[in-house]
């Protein structure tokens, strides 16, 4: 079965991945300049998501979807496992967001490019100049129902816990006063492990979302506690207790 699977997965899974990644970048950036970045990213980048998961035999559930109010903007923090996050939510959270992601995914072949006409945010966080003009360029594309995506963590996580948040996220949150949604993914880290290409297909992963949690004042202290809560949360359903803060 291993062997099985490995030839599946590297035969079949990736070859179909990286032929459905061309022609949806190639389908994105033609209509990009005649559409709306959220309508061509409903009709490019969330069938490229869910045909590279179908080929991967992951099935995904949604919890929570009852907490998503229609029309309401919001700064969304999730839990990092796996580069099949990325899958995961585009494909199925259904809510137009734009990412926060770290700047060397702009040299990605294709995906880079498209993620820069769709809007989404390259950060450097070794220079924190350039960081925060990333993160001030992500206020402005807060409208309309519009929302921002952030892996507060920074980075995935090598173990499968969650590890300790950065505040960048959480400042927007209270300088806007946007709510922050937490969301937790689970799942993801056993279809492909950060530090192997050892593919897993046929996994089941899962998005919960939780209720959103609106900022509370302006202080540091009202930020740690919007931090707090937001780790409890998204730490809750994996059975693991909150991390303490990273500054």
Same mark, same amino acid.
């Given at each position: ?12 899974? =990736? ?9 949806? !970048? ?5 209509? =990009? ?6 309508? &061509?990213?409903?009709? @490019?980048? +969330? ?10 035999? #992951?099935?995904?559930? &949604? ?11 919001? #700064? ?11 899958? +995961?939510?585009? !494909? ?26 769709? *809007? ?47 505040? *960048? ?10 709510? =922050? ?6 799942? @993801? ?7 192997? &290409?050892?593919?897993?297909? *046929? ?45």
């Amino acid at each position: 079965m291993r062997l099985f699977s490995f030839l599946y997965s590297w035969l079949v899974v =990736v070859p179909l991945m990286t032929a459905t990644t061309l022609l949806f !970048g190639a389908l994105c950036l033609l209509l =990009v300049p005649f559409l709306h970045p959220d309508r &061509v990213a409903r009709l @490019t980048a +969330v069938p490229w998501a869910r045909l590279c998961l179908f080929y991967s035999n #992951v099935r995904v559930d &949604v919890h929570g979807s009852e907490h998503l109010q229609s029309g309401q903007s919001y #700064v969304i923090v999730a839990n990092h496992l796996s580069q099949f996050d990325i899958f +995961v939510l585009y !494909g199925y959270l259904e809510v137009d967001f734009r990412w926060v992601m770290k700047h060397e995914l702009r040299r990605m072949p294709v995906i880079g490019i498209c993620c820069e006409k769709l *809007g989404h945010i390259f950060i450097n966080r070794s220079d924190t100049q350039a960081a925060i003009a990333s993160l001030n360029q992500a206020r402005t594309r807060l409208a309309n129902g519009a929302s921002v995506l952030f892996f507060p963590e920074g980075t995935r996580s090598r173990t499968g816990q969650i590890k300790p948040f950065k505040k *960048g996220a959480f400042k927007m949150a209270q300088e806007l006063q946007l709510p =922050v949604l937490p969301v937790t993914l689970t799942g @993801t880290f056993e279809i492909l492990p950060p530090g192997t &290409v050892r593919l897993r297909p *046929g996994q089941h992963a899962q998005i919960t979302l939780h209720p959103a949690i609106v900022p509370v004042g302006s202080s540091e202290a009202e930020l740690v506690q919007l931090i707090h809560q937001s780790q409890t949360a998204i730490a809750a359903p994996l059975g693991e207790a909150c991390p303490q803060l990273s500054l």
